[in-house]
């Protein structure tokens, strides 16, 4: 998958005066686009409340609104402060399932320097789904919405 051009896309939002918040759900439902990917969502880190919160999401409902550190791919992710790339979630102890298909799963920090601000969380039907580039091309749009994130502290 190539994301450049919703990277540029999130890119001009940005220079037209958008916040963060429409940036957010652009990249989400772009990416969700993809056929492999079946449930896509961002979740931001609430630092007060030492949790991760699902900002906005295209799938099925899911329970898992709120996430603490350690709990689960994204919970894990978070604490160590790095992305999941699990092939066959069936294998994970602490897996949250959001529904009975759920093969694999894709964890992208969303990070400015070492703070971890956020994640791009995917979950797909297929097993191993994801790829080192699928990786690499989500990780373009998250670094872009660390960017949007921390130019909105600024303002
Ligand atoms: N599977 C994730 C929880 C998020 S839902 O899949 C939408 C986890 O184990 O952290």
Not at 4 to 24: A, C, F, N, W, Y
């Amino acid at each position: 998958m190539d994301t450049t051009e919703l990277v540029k896309d999130l890119q001009e939002m940005r220079e037209s005066g958008h916040l963060s918040d429409p940036i957010l759900r652009r990249a989400v439902r772009n990416l969700s686009e993809e056929d492999r990917f079946g449930w896509v969502g961002v979740y931001l880190w609430d630092e007060e409340k030492n949790r991760l919160w699902l900002h906005n999401y295209v799938g099925e409902p899911t329970e898992h609104a709120l996430i603490e550190p350690g709990q689960g791919v994204c919970g894990t992710a978070l604490e160590k402060g790095e992305n999941m790339n699990v092939p066959d979630v069936s294998e994970v102890e602490n897996y949250l399932a959001c529904s009975p298909d759920v093969q694999s799963e894709l964890v992208v920090l969303i990070k400015a320097g070492d703070e971890v601000l956020g994640q791009i969380d995917i979950d797909s039907d297929e097993k191993a789904a994801f790829a080192e580039e699928d990786e690499q091309a989500v990780q373009l749009v998250a670094d872009k919405l660390a960017e949007v994130i921390m130019a909105d502290r600024r303002e």
